[in-house]
Nanobody
Framework: QVQLAESGGGLVQAGGSLRLSCAAS???????????MGWFRQAPGKEREFVAA????????SYADSVKGRFTISRVDVWNTVYLQMNSLKPEDTAVYYC????????????????WGQGTQVTVSS
């Protein structure tokens, strides 16, 4: 059973930066490298939305329009870890951020992911 654990959330002022990490356990390095990984977020009263995804072995990435040019997703397979570097943060980025894993190609659809972390809170003050 694959388990995902996010870290790195916190309170930051608008314009600041945070780097989120998601560490996978219960999977070998080979298995993790075959997963596509995604970051999603959910603000109070809103549906969970796609933020970014990276395909297996980092061959390709995709981003929501709202974060394109500000956020960067990356992975280090030898560490079973995926990152989300968030720059130029805005108050509307405030949400709980979740990482997720799935076999196969990357996807923007939450229901296509098999494994989820518990989430980490990101709060951006104006």
């Amino acid at each position: 059973q694959v388990q995902l654990a996010e870290s790195g959330g916190g309170l930051v002022q608008a314009g600041g930066s945070l780097r989120l990490s998601c560490a996978a356990s219960g999977a070998s390095r080979v298995t993790f490298s075959t997963f596509s990984m995604g970051w999603f977020r959910q603000a109070p009263g809103k549906e969970r939305e796609f933020v970014a995804a990276i395909s297996w072995r980092g061959a390709s990435t995709s981003y929501a329009d709202s974060v394109k040019g500000r956020f960067t997703i990356s992975r280090v397979d030898v560490w079973n870890t995926v990152y989300l570097q968030m720059n130029s943060l805005k108050p509307e980025d405030t949400a709980v951020y979740y990482c997720a894993a799935r076999g196969g190609s990357g996807s923007r659809a939450p229901y296509e992911y098999d494994y989820w972390g518990q989430g980490t809170q990101v709060t951006v003050s104006s």
